[in-house]
């Protein structure tokens, strides 16, 4: 108890904001602050308990680790009926890809919350995906597994597990867009923003300009989906040209 | 539903003894028994569903995996405060490793309760294993992550997991009892045997003879627990003897 009494009493000042980014990025009220506090705290801060333990978000990236793999599975599971072993093994290790972990920490923006000695433009871009590992863990001891897949769904699977687009076998509309612009010689461009206004979680908006025109809007939980969903827009109000 | 009625149907004459032998596997009655006749279903049957999609357990497998190693990973995370991501993967490793799960599955005695078109001695050792994590993956589906945690809490961490013992710290009592016997060219025996009485979980006794002798008896849920208890009784009564 007094080890996470000291992490808020050291972070005072900043708590009742802190509670509020974390709110929002969860979608639902955090119960006990102090793990999500530790899931945003680096190394390089040299934090320990009274026992010597260190306190950072390092272990915690371990939990989320096996936390995602077994909601995915799940997820997968139900989802693909036909999909042997095999396939589902592959099919998990896209969704919870390093690559995709990254993306998906650095559209939640979590790197603006850590607390480091280091400079934070001093760190490579496995930080995003390892923040939201940590966060994953974080949820999962505040609020438990049924919490931890919830959020695992708003963030992960909703916006981004289309299972014809893992596969393969479809390509995404932005790629049709940016293909057929080119093409076309066409200018464009997407602008996305915050725009979370009223909703529990955060969101993004984007504006999908060919020259200069603003040809579609769009509004999602994710920046890929948010973008994804104006080019499809725009590829059916574009369709007799592009086709 | 048709699905679930079909497979039900098929093996009706025996669906309540089947019953009966789940409930005890579990320690709890299980909800939607379809889950688990496929769990032991092996794919040499070909059944399939509607869908053309095979029934078996080769899926569930991947479930199962993936929900051991999350909540193992989380009892490490909380057992170990001190240990590392490196070091929590590796106990893990520990735990979840194909030996032992072949042996949690062999103590179950699963095996007995595979259909399969093949002769049971064909089965290599694995099939132990495999047939633990499809259950695992049942419970999940049956009875969802509290239960399946639960189940795992009481057939592997429970009776298996033990932090210093699988840091090679402290070398188990049966071995140390066997060493003294060999050494002093005792007789000695483990007689296992189920007893499971009126307990909700499957339960094993031991008797451990030292040369023809009953030295001490133990029960516990796995047959490797017993065992151990068992030696480490003996150990203690004999201990002016062995040291």
Redesign the interface.
């Known amino acids: 108890m007094s080890v996470i009494r000291n992490i808020l009493n050291s972070r005072s000042s900043k708590g009742g904001n802190f509670f509020n980014v974390v709110t929002q990025i969860l979608g639902f009220k955090p119960k006990n602050i102090a793990h999500y506090k530790r899931a945003f705290t680096h190394r390089s801060l040299n934090r320990k308990?009274e026992?010597?333990?260190?306190i950072n978000f390092?272990?915690m990236?371990?939990?989320g680790?096996?936390?995602l793999?077994?909601v995915v599975?799940?997820h997968l599971?139900k989802a693909v009926?036909?999909?042997?072993?095999g396939y589902?093994?592959k099919m998990r290790s896209k969704v919870v890809s390093r690559k995709h972990l990254n993306e998906l920490g650095k559209d939640l923006g979590l790197i603006d919350h850590i607390e480091t000695n280091i400079a934070k433009d001093q760190f490579g871009v496995n930080i995003h995906g390892n923040l939201f590992e940590a966060l994953v863990?974080a949820i999962?001891l505040d609020r438990g597994?049924?919490y931890c897949?919830r959020f695992i769904y708003d963030r992960v699977i909703d916006p981004y597990v289309d299972i014809e687009q893992l596969e393969g076998k479809v390509i995404s509309y932005k790629s049709l867009l940016i293909e057929w612009c080119q093409k076309e010689k066409k200018e464009f461009d997407y602008e996305v923003y915050e725009d979370t206004g009223n909703d529990e979680l955060k969101h993004f908006a984007v504006k999908l300009r060919i020259d200069k025109r603003v040809v579609a809007k769009a509004r999602a939980t994710s920046k890929k989906k948010a973008e994804e969903k104006a080019s499809k827009r725009a590829y059916y109000a574009l369709q007799n040209k592009i086709q």
Do not use: I, V, W
């Not at 026992?51 to 260190?54: P, R, V, Y």
């Not at 009926?81 to 072993?85: D, Q, R, S």
């Open positions: 308990d026992e010597g333990n260190a390092e272990r990236e371990f939990l680790d096996a936390m793999s077994a599975a799940s599971f009926p036909g999909g042997n072993e589902l093994t863990g999962y597994y049924k897949r």
